[in-house]
């Protein structure tokens, strides 16, 4: 195959040559993935370590002229100070608002016409970030990437406009009750602990981040020792150890990490009501969850599938909506963290029905607990999630991403081409077991934003 991005010709007036390129190529790398039968068994990573002794899982391809790249660093929002929480996450906005030479207007403009993304975002446990380009701008491209991982300038006029933003948002938040819930089912479950913080922090903490504050935090941070990196597309091995030694070289050699304990939710009943003018409550649920190393996380990853991660092929969407016509949408799922797991549902409802919806949620974890799934829905559950696991890997984004995810959970450079049979290896014992482990009914955290059982009429069937 040929080079399409250097024969186009745009048809797309208000995008430049350059992105217009970009688009397109990653368009065309997304169908020749997606056009395999089995994505992820075509797969080949090689492990590449560059000549500073800098680590990456590269997958080759040369097809389309395109490089993306996926890296992280431990730490996340869990490192965020005392009264300065959603520090982290003001971080992630501030790395391309100029560094080096170029102010926040010059770097934007640099990246526009060379036609590469990138982005930053921090979650409980890591700091994250994402870079793509053409092959023919990739020099300037990782130089880019290299300026802002390196040489942020964290200028006082980009920070108060990214501070004024992320105000604006908290603003919005606040009458968001989705938001709401999670906000106040996470400082139940983690009282005293700095998962219990909002990761984009309250309107107090985010007024008092300095300068000063988003310095030390890149300093302490982003950092080799703790770097995990994946890249696919077109570059090889020798050109990429070179590349990791430019772009990341310049990072301190050792974090300075503050100590975080384990931690787990406390057993419920808990419920805590958050009153809120809005014709439908919103409930958050959960409870103590499974961590990712656990024997027992694969099981209960198909066990929520049955459950309430299915979609319309799951349990509490069955019981919930099509029976009841309680809600529109009921679902759940796994969030395990480097320092705790918790299981977490959330269904929207009128208010008048909130007490039925969680009675019924309630009655189906007890079900699932004392009897366990039927052998169906565990062959459909592996057929669906084996199956769909190819869709993880149609563009080099989401490879890379994958790729990521694997190196930060330290599940093993052949974690890919074993995963569908970790699955298929499920047996209906192994999910009664791991249902009794985890489903606690009678344990719930709760959350409720709204005003429920305030409707004068109960919601009609249908």
Known sequence: MGNPSRSLKCTFPHIGPALCRTVFAAATFALIWMSAVSAEASIKIQRVVSPGGIEAWLVENHDVPLVAMRFGFQGGAAQDPKGKEGLAHFVSGMLDEGAGDLTSTAFQERMQEIAIRME??????????GFQTLTENSEAGFEMLRLALTEARFDQAALERIKKQILTGLKFDLNDPRKV??????????????????????????????RDDLKDYARRVLTRDTLKISVVGDIDAKTLGSVLDKVFGGLGEKSDLRPVAEIKPPAGPIEKIVEMNVPQSVVQFGLQGIKRKDKDFVPSYVLNYILGGGGFNSRLMEEVREKRGLAYSVYSYLSP??????????VA??????KESLEVI????????????????????????????????????KIASQLLWVQIEELGIDYIDKRNSLIEAITLKDLKRVAARLLQADGLIVTIVGKPGKAEKKPTEG
Request: hydrophobic fraction near 35%; proline fraction near 4%.
């Open 181 to 210: 819930a999670s906000r106040e089912w996470f400082r139940l479950a983690f009282e005293g602990h700095p998962y219990s913080n909002p990761l984009k922090g309250s309107a107090e903490s985010v007024a008092a981040i300095t």
């Open 349 to 354: 409802t009128e208010n008048a029905a909130v």
């Open 362 to 397: 309630q009655g189906e974890l007890k079900r699932m607990a004392e009897k366990g799934p039927s052998a169906n829905e565990l062959q459909n559950a592996k057929q669906y999630l084996t199956g769909s696991y190819p869709l993880r890997f149609d563009t080099s984004s």
């Open 337 to 346: 963290y480097k320092h705790a797991a918790v299981y977490v549902g959330s």
């Open 120 to 129: 930053f975002n921090a979650s409980r446990d890591a700091f994250a970030g």
